[in-house]
């Protein structure tokens, strides 16, 4: 089994930053890809960013220019910086692990969520 841990949520004031970090442990030889989500109140979950074992970075269209997801590859640990936040970045923000599969990935593992609420 694996495990997926996330941490660095918290409450900003809207233009600040916030760094949140994600680490899977246990058994993780099935683990290619890990990403980010997240879901606000009311809205369906959207992911933000994924990178994959091999390093591709792929970001949603929504995402581009104010997030930015890394990866520390010995650790299997990622990151997500976000930056210049608004409020309506509020949300509880997911990691997630899993395959790369086709024609979509595939994740199998979820952390409990970090809740990120960004203030007027």
């Known amino acids: 089994q694996v495990q997926v841990a996330e941490s660095g949520g918290g409450v900003v004031q809207a233009g600040g930053s916030l760094r949140l970090t994600c680490v899977a442990s246990?058994?993780?030889?099935?683990?290619?890809?890990m990403a980010w989500f997240r879901q606000a109140p009311g809205k369906e979950r959207e992911l933000i960013a994924s990178i994959s074992s091999g390093g591709t970075a792929e970001y949603a269209d929504s995402a581009k220019g104010r997030f930015t997801i890394a990866r520390d590859s010995g650790k299997n640990t990622v990151y997500l910086r976000a930056d210049n936040l608004k409020p309506e970045d509020t949300a509880i923000y997911y990691c997630?692990?899993?395959?790369?599969?086709?024609?979509?990935?595939?994740?199998?593992?979820w952390g409990q969520g970090t809740q990120v609420t960004v203030s007027s």
């Open positions: 997630a692990a899993g395959r790369i599969g086709f024609p979509n990935y595939i994740y199998d593992y």
């Open positions: 246990g058994n993780q030889f099935s683990i290619n890809v």
